[in-house]
């Protein structure tokens, strides 16, 4: 059974910066796309990043892009999200991912993570 496990998640002022990382078990495929998601209270869950398998691929949503770096360690099945310069509109729940992209566009998605709270304070 795939698991993801987001983790890195909290409480930070405006302006500063926050790494989250999401673990993956249970063999979620050979060669596989993984992204971020954030939801934010009363709003729909909505994309901020991916990252293909070998890494050399990385899409953004536009809202953060700039201020996010997607990475991933294939040996540790992880997949980081450096995030910075954030504001108070960051603040939701994120979620790790694992899908598929069609061109630019995150198109499917296989498993998701339980979310990590990032609350952003001004």
């Known amino acids: 059974q795939v698991q993801l496990v987001e983790s890195g998640g909290g409480l930070v002022q405006a302006g500063g910066s926050r790494g989250l990382s999401c673990a993956a078990s249970?063999?979620?495929?050979?060669?596989?796309?993984m992204g971020w998601f954030r939801q934010a209270p009363g709003k729909e869950r909505e994309f901020v990043a991916a990252i293909s398998w070998s890494g050399d691929s990385t899409f953004y949503a536009d809202p953060m892009k700039g201020r996010l770096a997607i990475s991933r360690d294939n040996a540790k099945n992880t997949v980081y999200l450096q995030m910075n310069s954030l504001k108070p509109e960051d603040t939701a729940v994120y979620y790790c991912a694992v899908g598929a992209l069609l061109g630019s566009n995150w198109y499917r998605s296989d498993y998701w993570g339980q979310g990590t709270q990032v609350t952003v304070s001004s």
């Open positions: 249970g063999r979620p495929g050979v060669s596989y796309t």
